[in-house]
């Protein structure tokens, strides 16, 4: 169960790197385009974070702890993504 989530949350990271990348490109320069540069960044290295989850707790047995944090980042993933939606919207009303 706690893989499933993990890879989810992995894929889901990874679409937020491609979808942050699209964003960085439309987004204007200033002060938008360089938090959207530092965001970017963020979003690369918590998925790598989430890769290294993934490569530690693979052997692990199954535990409600693992569940937990599963969970936690299936759902950070998820925060990223609503943000990024967001930061769309405002570029596109721009």
Do not use: H
């Not at 490569?55 to 925060?79: C, H, R």
């Amino acid at each position: 169960m706690e893989k499933l989530l993990l890879l989810l949350g992995l894929a889901l990271m990874v679409y937020n790197v491609l979808y942050g990348l699209k964003l960085r490109r439309a987004a204007p320069g200033g002060v938008i385009g360089e938090r959207m540069g530092q965001a970017l960044f963020l979003i690369g290295f918590f998925a790598l974070a989430y890769l290294g989850v993934i490569l530690l707790t693979w052997s692990e047995p199954s535990s409600l702890l693992l569940v937990l944090l599963s969970f936690i980042l299936l759902l950070g993933a998820v925060f990223v993504y609503l943000i990024l939606r967001l930061v769309d919207a405002i570029v596109a009303s721009l």
